[in-house]
């Protein structure tokens, strides 16, 4: 295992996802299916900083993928809302088969492609995984934001009850940054289907050259543990902290703790967990918590899968209370 970890299966990093990455880890490695981060304002800062570590995709590789997605996004506009006519659409043209409109999106969505050599196969795979992912990535965005707008009008909600009331305003107290708990897991969603194409996305940018043979893969996303947990002949529960207090973003004692909890996993990722609780305890007035668990996973379709050889395959969910 090495320093960095890599984040799994999300090309979107949601605020949420990000504090608790930046509050158990001192860098981190993710997959944005684009070429550059300008499209991904919040990571800017930590990107210059060396924590958040981009594996971005060439140009080439994106050309056409970003031109299928703006159409597709131009279609869904003209048909959003008027589903008497989308399925007469599809009625008519239940393939999309034109190369040339609209019509080409769903041919190239459903992979109907004609014959082609091994290395058009694999670029036309590739195609398709990025082009899932960025529609993943824009789904995310927006559910991030209808989950922002309904924690404000909650919180608005909240704050009338409790001046009518004449009691204090309990908001912050109850949901710190005023939406965690709220969140829907976007893990939930095609978790199968996000791991493979985020996993051969990954295969295809060589980075398991770069940072080491047996790499610590971090999610937030319970749906996508209990996914594993269910396609794998042996998992071990190495390490379960349920509830854990974790340094606060200014704290002095935040980067040495940070290199004890990855020292952490990686005994517990080779049978030796330690003290888990001594090793990992807070003494200072920091007050956030949050929770781990560390899963080793083994079986061929997990391999399969992650398109990896070695196991076990150490996976570890993270989140803040």
């Known amino acids: 295992m090495t320093d960095p970890c890599i984040f799994f ?7 949420d996802q990000l504090d608790a990455l930046q509050a158990f880890f001192s860098s981190f490695i993710f997959f944005p299916a684009a070429a550059d981060l300008k499209h991904h304002e919040r990571l800017l800062k930590p990107a210059g900083q060396g924590v958040a570590i981009p594996v971005l995709s060439s140009g080439d590789d994106l050309s056409s993928v970003n031109y299928t997605f703006e159409q597709y996004m131009a279609w869904a506009k ?14 008519d043209n239940p393939y999309f088969t034109s190369d040339s409109d609209l019509f080409a999106i769903k ?7 004609k014959k082609s050599e091994p290395d ?25 934001s209808i989950d922002l707008q309904l924690g404000n009008i909650d919180k608005t909600r909240d704050r009338m009850f409790s001046t009518l009331m004449g009691e204090e305003d309990p908001v912050d107290d109850v949901l710190p940054c005023g939406k965690r708990g709220r969140t829907a897991d976007p893990g939930a969603m095609m978790t199968r289907e996000r791991i ?3 996993s051969r996305c990954m295969i295809h940018s060589n980075i398991y050259r770069t940072i080491g043979q047996n790499p610590l893969f971090v999610t937030t996303s319970g749906a996508v543990i209990d996914y594993l947990e269910t396609i794998c002949s042996d998992v071990i529960n190495a390490l379960d902290i349920n509830l854990i ?25 080779k049978g030796n967990a330690g003290r888990q609780n001594d090793l990992l305890e807070v003494n200072d007035e920091c007050s956030v918590s949050g929770q781990i668990k ?3 996973f083994s079986g061929n379709k997990i391999h399969d899968l992650f398109n990896l050889k070695y196991e076990p395959i150490a996976v570890c969910l993270i989140g803040l209370k």
Do not use: Y
């Not at 041919?107 to 492609?113: A, E, K, L, N, V």
């Not at 606060?248 to 952490?264: A, D, L, P, S, Y």
């Open 9 to 15: 299966p999300f090309s979107h990093i949601s605020q």
């Open 78 to 91: 003209v048909h959003k809302g008027n589903e008497h006519n989308l399925r007469s659409l599809l009625k």
């Open 107 to 113: 041919s190239q969505i459903r992979g109907i492609t």
């Open 120 to 144: 058009q196969q694999e670029q036309n795979v590739l195609h398709q995984d990025l082009l899932f992912l960025q529609m993943a990535k824009q789904c995310d965005q927006e559910n991030e």
């Open 196 to 198: 493979k194409a985020w």
């Open 245 to 269: 207090k974790v340094h606060e973003n200014e704290c002095e004692n935040k980067t040495g703790w940070q290199q004890q909890v990855f020292e952490q996993l990686e005994g517990a990722a």
């Open 294 to 296: 560390l899963s080793l």
